[in-house]
């Protein structure tokens, strides 16, 4: 064999396998894979009801009725849910997905991982050709100074010549509204030579998002209503004294108060009362 022939098979060995066209039918669900590429189905999604997210009614309403509107077709916006961790952002995400399913509408998530963003592309590619509809969603999307990634979600966004596909939505949740810290944002401000070009740029890449809903911290009351409302739902019996005691005395060692403590209390207190869900 020829150097160059040698050359050519080496080079054809180390190239990757050609992507097959996934089984969109194995699942509503799916995580995108890099090295190789891939989309994996979930057969059992992580969520809770709808019904029990409390004290984000408003956000639930209006980012269902988003996802209904694109599921049957119509216009639709990318979303940002931003704010307070442990709210619910990402259980909205997931359980509206789950809504629009139970209404016998057609719909398919796609998770892909915030340092996957760079492939984004090949995905846009592979899910542009499917007749399918796809929720593409990344949970807990932020960027650092030197973080290149934001260009790869402009893409997702925007959508560069080829346009976002049309079967195609964005939903992201941050704890930043502006997806930077604040102190980022003002140093690269003071320090950019031309603050109208590249970090403008970066501060106006949530502006790209349609649709902003805001998270913010729970209210006691709401607290200890989530933690009854899964009580009611999974069929764990305690008295409401007894409840508002040991939840106050969870938050107080957590030294926070979210959906995701109140969940958090509930799972030990169902453990304890011997109750599965």
């Avoid at 022939?5 to 992507?19: D, G, K, Q, T």
């Avoid at 639930?60 to 990318?78: H, I, K, M, S």
């Avoid at 650092?144 to 402009?154: A, G, I, V």
Wanted: hydrophobic share 40%.
């Amino acid at each position: 064999m020829k150097p160059k022939e040698r050359i050519a098979a080496a080079l054809e060995r180390m190239a990757p396998a050609p992507l097959e066209a996934p089984d969109f039918e194995a699942a509503d669900a799916f995580v995108w894979h890099v090295s190789p590429d891939r989309l994996d189905p979930v057969k059992r999604v992580n969520r809770i009801d709808i019904g029990l997210l409390v004290g984000i009614d408003r956000s639930r309403d209006t980012l269902v009725e988003n996802t209904r509107q694109f599921a049957r077709g119509l216009p639709a916006n990318n979303a940002l849910l931003w704010g307070a961790r442990g709210m619910g952002k990402s259980s909205l995400v997931k359980a509206a997905h789950a809504a629009v399913l139970t209404e016998g509408l057609a719909l398919k998530i796609v998770e892909i991982q915030r340092e996957d963003l760079p492939s984004v592309g090949r995905l846009l590619n592979l899910l542009r050709g499917s007749e399918a509809r796809f929720l593409l969603y990344c949970d807990d999307l932020s960027f650092s100074h030197d973080d290149q990634h934001y260009k790869s979600l402009k893409a997702v966004l925007d959508g560069g010549i080829e346009g976002r596909p049309d079967n195609v939505i964005f939903y992201a949740t941050s704890n930043r509204r502006h997806l930077m810290p604040r102190d980022m944002i003002e140093n690269e401000r003071s320090s950019a030579i031309s603050p109208s070009e590249a970090v403008e740029e970066k501060v106006s890449l949530s502006d790209r998002f349609g649709l902003w809903l805001g998270f913010h911290p729970c209210t006691q009351d709401e607290y200890l209503a989530m933690i009854r409302g899964y009580c009611e739902a999974y069929g764990v019996e305690i008295d409401d004294d007894t409840l508002r005691i040991e939840a106050i005395e969870w938050q107080a060692t957590r030294g926070a108060r979210s959906g995701r403590v109140a969940w958090q209390y509930f799972t030990d207190l169902a453990g304890r009362r011997g109750v599965t869900f």
